[in-house]
């Protein structure tokens, strides 16, 4: 389970500067859940979006945003709609953003942040990873996390270290991050993205928000803590 909640519409409104025409994707897996990505809350972006001027030219909730096949499979049904948008808008987690992302040419926008539980985490198949930063940045990174991507988690561009698109960390197993968003936002000719400089990360939005840590494996092992103090 990844808990995601809805970003600011103003923030949302400014990835799709200059893009009048959208294709939204919902999740039915723990967006749906969370009630971020739904078919309720897909509808609702839609008239939302359409009220600002925006065409929205398809859409489509699919079960598990995650599963890349899946998504692959599921997004080919709306080829035309897909191919006459600007850009997707993806309303789920870190995770299904960037596997949207993976299987599309296209600019993706996260309409979520991801926020951390605390410990328990879903399972998927891939090799997309999310660290449930509460700031989503895969709008200026073309859908690939740089938390994740990147051996040391580097926000504003690479390191200076990698070599032949392998990270310097573990160059025989590794690709280098930065050289992969690279590559993907020259392919969506995004490139303009690189030159953005992100402020420094919050990490305080890391920690699970207050009404998450009652319930959860993060409260166990703060109640732990406690008990061995007492
Ligand atoms: S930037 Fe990375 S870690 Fe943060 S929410 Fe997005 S995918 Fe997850
Ligand atoms: S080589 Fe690339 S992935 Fe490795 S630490 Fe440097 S920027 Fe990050």
């Known amino acids: 389970m990844l808990v995601s909640e809805m970003k600011p519409l103003e923030e949302v409104l400014g990835y799709l500067d200059g893009e009048g025409k959208v294709f939204i994707v919902g999740c039915k897996g723990c967006a749906e859940v969370c009630q971020t990505g739904g078919e309720p809350q897909v509808l609702e972006m839609k008239q939302t979006l359409e009220q600002q001027g925006k065409t929205i030219t398809g859409y489509t909730v699919i079960d598990f945003l995650c599963d890349k096949a899946l998504t692959k499979l599921r997004l080919k049904a709306h080829e035309d709609e897909v191919m006459a948008a600007d850009s997707l808008l993806v309303m789920t987690c870190g995770i299904g953003v960037q596997a949207t992302a ?5 600019v993706v926008h996260p309409a979520c942040n991801t926020i951390n539980l605390g ?54 197993v590794r ?23 992100l402020p420094p990360k919050a990490y305080s939005k890391m920690e699970p928000p207050k009404h998450l840590r009652s319930t959860i494996m993060w409260a166990l092992e703060q109640d732990e803590k406690e008990e061995a103090v007492r």
Do not use: F, Q
């Open 175 to 197: 690709d280098c991050g930065w050289h992969l968003i690279y590559e993907r936002l020259k392919k969506l000719n995004r490139l303009d993205k690189m030159r953005e400089v």
């Open 102 to 106: 993976a299987v599309v040419d296209k």
């Open 119 to 172: 410990g328990a985490r879903g399972e998927w198949r891939g090799s997309e990873r999310c660290r449930e930063c509460g700031d989503c940045l895969l709008d200026m990174t073309g859908g690939i996390c740089p938390l994740t991507a990147c051996s040391k988690s580097l926000i504003n561009g690479p390191c200076g270290g990698a070599k032949n698109g392998k990270c310097e960390v573990e160059p025989e």
